[in-house]
């Protein structure tokens, strides 16, 4: 998914699943033993939403950006509300793809247009394209309710 070891301890976390970092670097590292290197990705356009989900039974926001060409999820977090804050603080971060030259933002909303500009990153509302992230989160929605049925 092109996440960080750390993000896919979040990951797992919010899912329910209790690892260590260490573990998941072996994970990783007996994976890396037995497959071919990955492909590397240069995202030209990325879809950034937030999608509100219960974990523990507590409403939380889980914040995702994926690559509109290659499916790739470069990057996903989990804050505990919604708004301009929250999408300014999941731009903060430090990312592969906000180290790139000319990648465009799709977003959905004001929120994320405001979190944009304090950026100096270049965005626009698309609703089109901007489904992929949509289709994510359904799948990212399906799975968990597959793992811990309510």
Known sequence: MGLSLRKVVVVLDVLGIDRSHRAVRNWTHDLTETQSAPPTVKPLRVAIDGKQIEVDGEARWLYAAIDTGSKCIPDIDVYSRRGTDPAVAFLDQPTEIRELDGVEYLVDGMDYL?????????????????????KGFQTVTMRIDRLHPT
């Open 114 to 134: 405001t979190a944009l500009a304090r950026h100096n990153l270049s965005g626009y509302l698309d609703y089109t394209d901007h489904n992929y992230i949509e």
